[in-house]
């Protein structure tokens, strides 16, 4: 099975992956959402977990330079180890760019952003509901952009376990 990913490693992986397997559902329901209270509830919890999410992905990140991944099996072609890193660099660019461009965006549109509603972060631009309309149709491109990558990152899990029984996602597994 080779080594495992530290317990640390392990919670801040599936932290994250709880976090964004809400916010992308919730993302893409936002829209079909009549407005009123229902949608605006929606918007604020979407935007509070991304508040959450982004300092975790840091710290994630963080850790991670401080304690490497554990090496993947020697059997694994060099072709799917450069996909690996190529596909987990790519979610941690999107998961830090996706909620910086929807704070972007939201400011500009001119939307408060309240955390959990215990407060509320500062607007980065000034209100231009152009703008904050264009900067959020970008968001919705990265989410579904993250989105497939996470559907990749699953179904490459599962193929390893299933089909290869290499031990990789017991690496992860809780």
Request: net charge positive; no cysteine.
């Amino acid at each position: 099975m080779g080594e495992r990913y530290t317990p640390v490693a392990r919670a801040f992986h599936w932290t994250t992956a709880a976090l964004v397997l809400t916010m992308v559902p919730l993302g893409l329901a936002l829209s079909e959402l009549r407005q009123g209270r229902i949608q605006d509830f929606g918007y604020d919890l979407h935007r509070s977990i991304g508040v959450v999410l982004f300092p975790l992905v840091v710290a994630r990140l963080l850790y991670r330079l401080s304690h490497p991944a554990p090496p993947l099996p020697a059997t694994m072609p060099a072709w799917q180890q450069r996909a690996a890193m190529t596909v987990h660099g790519a979610l941690y660019l999107l998961l830090l760019l996706n909620p910086l461009v929807g704070w972007w965006g939201t400011s500009a549109y001119g939307a408060p952003i309240t955390v959990f509603w215990l407060f509320a972060l500062p607007p980065l631009v000034a209100k231009n509901q152009g703008l904050g309309e264009a900067i959020l149709y970008w968001h919705g491109w990265t989410g579904l952009s993250l989105a497939t990558l996470i559907a990749a990152h699953i179904g490459a899990a599962l193929q390893h376990h299933l089909i290869q029984r290499d031990g990789i996602l017991r690496r992860m597994w809780p």
